[in-house]
């Protein structure tokens, strides 16, 4: 038996060890996701729609003929850029196709960046929507469809790196933008100097001892296994779509904004989500919209899904840091600089919040105490998959050069890494050193034997006589506190007491495997425990339905799991209230009087005429007791904890290997809300986190601008053989605001393990590699060993 | 030359022999040849508890036994499946030992052998078939049986002791 984790307040259902609320759906292939229900057999009528995608990293559409294609049998209906039910659609971006709260176009996240066209005629990587759309009876002869349109193409030059991009000869993707291929700045990222904090100048001068250090970050995917599809159906005028996005509401905005239809009617369906991963958080959306234009010329059901090769759609921003850290000879940091570029590809996206909003949020809870910050940084446009949201979104290539500086300074300074960790960094409301950050670095030294394995660098002994050891550790902020989600707006709850006492939790959003749906009903069992029941005797509703459901609380930040509850722990008053209302008279008291405990009603004053309340709701009016709530995040600022991986590692030095032998990943979580699910979260991260660092990484032919491995033999996800042991460790040392103070954990799992595993490895060979995937030619080449 | 959707589409008569599938015997009409079993399995039967993630072999979540041997329906063609028994996810006992340890691992130190769920059933498949064939496989044979699946959850930890719980129910049942 591994050490399960000690909660602050023990408590009946938070933050317990027990099976997931749909373990046995899942597990018995019941659960139903949206593909499920298209299956032919369950919509007879329904048709397919494959679009176009362009075979050039850039290009122009002169003219298409789609008369050959049109006399396919079987195909019902093409949509062509030309039409003006497509051409007089408005252009868009990621700013408002997803979003934590629901956004009108004109509230959109990005304004400047609208440079997404529904099927519009100019390309901009390859693979993208372009063109045309077909409609047909089967996917087999939509696609032949599209062999069969004569497209009349005008190359145009590409480019595929960024700074080439950024030279005044490069091809310009946006003209429509401007004449650069450089993001402007924008309200929300701001300026390329986007913080500015004291004076690096004078920082520097204040130093010491000066390090520079560049890392680079490469464009990772997210790789959720569901499919994105949607099936769209358009009966007079009211629109249904079942599909797997991670957000109802904003769905629905989406078709009534750009398809000019009122909200009630338009109706959208998600049930269980296949992963997400920050895959639905795209402007590639386009695909919403031309296949509810189908639906509606062809008055049958048309269904748009992804296939695996066309999932690769968006992913992590591959971004280059330069970095310079200066500092005092006790290990004071008096300075933090940073210039960035990141690739952004063809689309402009959510990609600077990772470039600059993500990075911000960092310097305000993490870089408070250090006097001179700055970052600068700028995305550019390039001939490549359009980069967006991915889990750990900017916090993964920021911590991958933070770690560097961190390490690197210590080794100068020949003072323990942690030391300086604790010395310098935390939130502005609390002095130094940070009590979370403090404790999350001790119980992780102490997990991965710090002390004991860590040498000087490439001085360990040999194992097997080629091998070489080491141990790396990389910390970062947490992020998702309740403070941080104020922009979600009021987040929804309906509760509902059966009169059996058995409840009916309406906590809306998409479940896409977070386990927030578990978090949700040990939430409810908490808040409701009262009726003495436990949370087998809740039902959670798993399928969001914008025709009953209230406004979903969007399934990202890893905030779901603990923001519901936290609404549940204030509508548990009203629900006993209500209750009590209800059956008073039958006691002859009134609701003041009496009290409910453990399913039992009573008497405050005396503990008398005590009665189940289940016997009591019987003879009472039948119909159930609903309280619906609504609830603002608390603003208080109340910080934030810190998050910790260390990382042991094993170097074939013949071989290049990089094995890594065990991560410790350690979250303070202010409060754990579902142990089982936490630790899952921390182990199961490290699929993404591990896959990033050492096999994962999209390659291009250089010379054609073509991407080579969109497919998962070539693209490769660690699998069971690849995963080391993984110790998780849940702590509780910080507290947020609200009954229970949690904070999202689930995205920052993935944050450190890079740049600890990087950290170990020059631990383990005395020779700094700070790009990633390390693989084993790398490693060879960083130790002089290739020809 | 690749054949065209034509020919793709082409319907040809299905062999003589049934399909039998989770303990029933059917013979489908209209299959393409082209059409996957794993296609045909979904699209025809409703059965979705297979899934086709990649559709190329890579992740295992399409895994049904073939006349008890663990296969990717999504590499297997539907007229090839003819004459063959297949069980898919649909045909376990509703007490499945193997389904039963999935749904409830919630060991400290391990995580959850599921989260979204969508390769679940092709784990428990593969984990199934391995099981029938070794009763208490060791955590290096649990490790080979299901390297050719993929969680992109990642969990993998937690799926390894779902897989050491099925075999100590299946001990446990033998025992009594």
Known sequence: MKPAFTPRVQRSHVGTYRARIDGTEKASGRAKYAGDLMVKCRVPDILYAKVLRSPFPHARIRSLDVSQATQLSGVVDILTFEEPAVAGLKSTNAGWTDGVDTLSYERMMWRRFCDRRVLGSHARWVGDEIGAVVAAESEEIAEEALRQIKVDWEVLPFVLDPVEAMASSAPILHPELGDTNVLPEDAVGGADVFVNKGDVTRGLADADVVLNATTTY????????????????????????????????????????????????????????????????????????????????????????????????????????????????????????????????????????????????????????????????????????????????????????????????????????????????????????????????????????????????????????????????????????????????????????????????????????????????????????FLGISGDDIHWVSTMDTDVSPQDCVQTDSAVSFLQSEAMAAASKEVKVKLLERVAPLLDATPEELDIDAGFVFRKADGGCKQSLKGLLYQASLDPVTVAVSRQPLAARTGIPFIATFAEVEINTDTGQVQVLRLVVVNDCGTVMYASGAEAQQIGGQCIALGETLTEEIIYDERTGVPLNFNWIDYQIPTMADMPEIDPVLLEVWRGGGEYGACGLGEGTVTCTPRAVLNAIYNAIGVRIDSIPVKPETVLEALGKTS | MAPSATSRNTIIRPPELPIIINGRSYRPECVPPTTTLASLLREHFGLTGVKIPCDQGACGACTVIMDGKAVLSCMVLAVEAYGHQILTIEGLPSDDCVVEAFAAQSEPGYGTALQCGFCTPGFVMTARALLDRVPSPAVSEIKEALSGNICRCGCYAGIVQAVRHASELIAKASAS
């Open chain 1, 218 to 529: 490469h464009n990772a995917t997210q790789n959720s296994l569901d499919n994105w599809c949607c099936l769209v159906e358009w009966c007079e005028d009211r629109i249904t779509v079942w599909s797997n996005s991670y957000e109802a509401h904003q769905t629905r905005m989406h078709f009534s904004e750009m398809l000019d239809v009122p909200l009630n009617n338009v109706r959208v369906v998600s049930p269980y989500v296949g992963g997400q991963f920050g895959r639905g958080d795209t402007g590639d959306q386009p695909f919403f919209l031309f296949t509810a234009l189908l639906a509606k010329r062809t008055g049958r059901p048309v269904l748009f899904r992804h296939s695996r090769r066309e999932s690769f759609h968006d992913g992590r921003q591959h971004v280059c840091y330069h970095g310079t850290i200066g500092a005092k000879h006790d290990g004071t940091i008096t300075t933090l600089s940073f210039n960035s570029i990141g690739n952004v590809g063809a689309y402009a996206d959510h990609s600077m919040f990772a470039i600059k909003f993500a990075p911000a949020e960092v310097t305000e809870v993490a870089f408070a105490h250090i006097p001179n910050v700055r970052f600068e940084g700028r995305g550019v446009y390039t001939n490549k998959m359009p980069a967006c949201m991915m889990r750990g979104v900017g916090n993964s290539q920021l911590n991958l050069i933070v770690g560097r500086l961190v390490d690197g300074l210590a080794e100068e300074l020949s003072i323990d890494p942690l030391d300086i960790a604790c010395k310098n960094f935390g939130h502005q409301w609390e002095e130094l050193p940070d009590k979370s950050l403090v404790e999350v670095l001790r119980i992780g030294a102490e997990r991965i034997s710090w002390k004991e394995k860590r040498h000087s660098p490439g001085l360990g002994p040999l194992v097997d006589g080629v091998k070489k050891r080491g141990v790396g550790f990389s910390f970062h902020p947490g992020w998702h506190a309740e403070w941080q989600e104020l922009r979600r707006g009021e987040v929804h709850v309906t509760i509902t007491v059966n009169p059996d006492c058995t409840v009916t939790l309406d906590a809306p959003t998409v479940e896409t495997g977070t386990g927030s749906n578990t978090c949700n009903v040990l939430g409810c069992a908490e808040a409701l425990s």
